[in-house]
């Protein structure tokens, strides 16, 4: 398979760190991270320990700090301590206490500030709400919040009694919703009546209301009130939130947890099958969170960082969440799009606050060029330091675009490779420290053992693509999927002995840095997130008109991918456009709009191996407009092709 991965891309610009930047910086040298390098990854448990050791607060020191019987590990066994107190408790004996955590605004234009006594307050509230409901440890509770703090202290009052959250994302549809619930087997459900969104406002209580249709196993839902917008209350069921915190004290000691207590599930794509719960416990998360957050944003005292990604995601759970607020951060937060009610929000935020970090994503910076220069051009961006992407590689163009005109030529730009399962950022510029090369994540975190190997796990000589893989356990890695050990065996270690398969491909330059080619395996990565095809082809066959649905990804220029699908229909069902936006709408309607169809195309017949299986590569390269060039010897059906490439040219 690594045969197919090619990598084309030549960039010989290189960008130093600045000797300003570098003189104050955690890290100040590239020899200073090779030593440093050099030691983590010889001594991985070492390493950790003494991060460990300067990062958290325990409630009881760990025994053993790794415990691996691949593929299962136990990071700091023995260890007791709390992650909501370790993101709020411990930073109120001294002037932190009265620093901001969160900064908040809202799309219409409120603004909020948290101090972290205030958020510990707020927090310890909840968790007696939670618990006034009977939420106990372990039990599992969804957030679908819209982009506000209460997202956060609904995500920490659970880290606080134990109990285990999975954030829906708030774009996600009442499908999305039922089938998390379903899978977690949670009992409450925190919601808002509904959040902002370019002027707009999303109907979460509905959307949850729908979920619940038939449910009999949530027994709570509490609802925030947000937008004002009408909603619908079940009695018994539903109570608000504002109510239910008059009813609780602010006192709720945290509880002391194993170090392999489940935090979270996180609900991502796969490639096969539905969304995967991927599963991250206290300790080793929180660790790998907080010290990347630390190292990787060089995070100061006075720093305003912003993170623009969503709640929802992972990169809202540890870099708007565990890892800032462990680290005693001030952390930014904005509720709405980046387009209202003009293109210059983010940047007019930024001024107006004095942003010093901005982590964001490579779709939204495409989106920035499109919109033009003079929007960051009119405000003031001088306050940022370090700028960061993540989600997708970068290409070189929107790399120097980011860096001049949003960073001033002056801010490093931290290009950040990880996954959902990986927890933390695993391959990254070390600002103060790494040279920089536009388009490249550049090098691993210190105790990442990262490379790229060919099938039998041999690493493949420079320039050369193949697998990336992580070859020894990190503290911030998934321990299990939700429910299904088989599949977390199967997906995880068992492409190649004995390591981690991210299921990217990738290519080292002759510096070692890492290059990212994008998924091998049948995932979307559109507009940075990732989106299983075959969860979009169920959709699209749930559809009573529709026979058979392949799904492919075609270059775009915005969303990195657009998503076509391929669709032949029942008989008696009559091609044509009106059904084209039916069905776009009803894949909206069961995922979620981010995974809308682009383009429908229909077709007599799908091209297939002998054996049965859709020939994807045919089809993606007919999607993309191109030639059919590759091998087709094993086509069962060559007039299927020629018909597909007929209706591409009259399409
Ligand atoms: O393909 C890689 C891409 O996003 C995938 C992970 O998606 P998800 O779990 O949704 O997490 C996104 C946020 C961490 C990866 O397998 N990816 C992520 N960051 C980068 C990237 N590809 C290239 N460069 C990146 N910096």
């Known amino acids: 398979m690594s045969n197919n991965i090619e990598s084309h891309l030549v960039e010989n610009r290189v960008f130093k760190p600045s000797k300003v930047f570098a003189k104050t910086a955690h890290i100040s040298s590239l020899e200073e991270y090779q030593e440093l390098y050099r030691k983590s990854v010889k001594s991985p448990e070492r390493f950790w320990a003494q991060q460990a050791a300067e990062t958290l607060v325990w409630r009881k020191k760990w025994k053993t700090v790794l415990a691996w019987n691949e593929p299962y590990a136990q990071w700091f066994a023995g260890g007791k301590l709390n992650a909501s107190e370790n993101c709020l408790d411990r930073h109120l004996t001294g002037a932190r206490r009265n620093k901001a955590a969160l900064i908040w605004e809202g799309e219409p234009g409120e603004k909020r500030t948290l101090t972290y006594q205030q958020l510990h307050r707020e927090v310890c509230k909840f968790a007696n709400v939670l618990k006034r409901h009977r939420i106990q440890k372990g039990d599992r509770v969804i957030i679908y919040m819209p982009m506000c703090p209460e997202a956060v202290i609904a995500m920490l009052a659970c880290a606080r009694i134990g109990a285990v959250h999975s954030v829906v994302f708030g774009g996600f549809s009442a499908e999305a919703i039922k089938d998390r619930i379903n899978d977690s087997q949670a009992r409450l459900v925190v919601t808002a009546d509904g959040g902002y969104r370019r002027g707009g406002v999303i109907p979460l209580k509905r959307n949850v209301d729908e979920a619940l249709k038939d449910n009999e196993q949530i027994e709570k839902v509490i609802v925030f009130r947000r937008a004002h917008n009408e909603i619908s209350i079940k009695e018994g069921r539903d109570v608000w939130w504002h109510r239910e915190m008059e009813y609780v004290k602010a006192d709720c000691p945290a509880e002391e947890l194993d170090a392999e207590h489940p935090l979270f599930i996180l609900y991502t794509s796969g490639s096969t099958g539905k969304p995967k719960g991927i599963l991250h416990t206290t300790a080793g998360y929180l660790l790998g969170t907080a010290a990347t957050t630390k190292y990787v944003f060089d995070l100061r005292e006075e720093d305003i960082y912003w993170c623009t990604a969503d709640i929802g995601w992972i990169t809202g759970h540890s870099y708007i969440v565990y890892g800032p607020l462990c ?3 001030t952390v930014l937060m904005y509720e709405g799009a980046p387009n209202w009610p003009e293109q210059d929000r983010f940047w007019r935020l930024i001024e107006e606050y004095g942003v010093t970090i901005f982590y964001t994503a490579p779709t939204a910076i495409r989106a920035f060029i499109r919109w033009g220069d003079e929007f960051p051009n009119r405000h003031d961006l001088s306050s940022l330091r370090v700028i960061g992407t ?8 929107a790399w120097m675009w980011y860096y001049t005109v949003i960073g001033g030529s002056r801010c490093p730009i931290v290009d950040t490779w ?10 990254s510029p070390v600002p103060g420290a790494t040279p920089l090369k536009p388009g490249t994540a550049t090098l691993p975190f210190f105790g990442v053992d990262a490379a790229v190997v060919d099938d039998q796990g041999n690493e493949v000589p420079p320039n050369v693509g193949g697998k990336l893989v992580i070859r020894k356990p990190w503290p911030s890695m998934l321990r299990t999927i939700w429910g299904d050990k088989k599949r977390y065996r199967k997906q995880y270690w068992s492409e190649i002995k004995g390591m981690y398969f991210s299921g990217d491909g990738a290519r080292r330059d002759k510096d070692g840095y890492f290059w990212i080619v994008g998924r091998i395996d049948d995932v979307l990565n559109v507009a940075g997130h990732r989106l299983g095809t075959s969860e ?12 058979e649905a392949a799904v492919v990804g075609r270059p775009d220029e915005l969303k990195g991918q657009a998503v076509v699908a391929f669709v032949t229909l029942k008989q008696g069902e009559h091609p044509g456009p009106e059904l084209g936006d039916r069905l776009r709408q009803h894949v909206a309607q069961a995922i979620g709009a981010i995974a809308r169809p682009d383009d429908v195309r229909f077709a007599e017949g799908l091209p297939k191996t002998r054996s049965g299986k859709i020939m994807r590569r045919l089809l993606k390269e007919i999607a993309g407009g ?26």
């Open 626 to 651: 191109g030639q059919v060039i590759g091998d087709v010897t094993s086509l069962e059906d060559f007039n299927v092709l020629m018909r597909l490439r007929g209706e591409t040219k009259e399409g």
């Open 418 to 427: 990880w996954q959902t399962e990986t927890g933390m950022i695993m391959i």
């Open 390 to 397: 993540v989600g997708e590689p970068i290409n070189p163009e």
């Open 327 to 329: 680290n005693g951060a």
């Open 536 to 547: 979009i082809e169920s959709a699209l066959v749930s559809h009573p008109a529709v026979a």
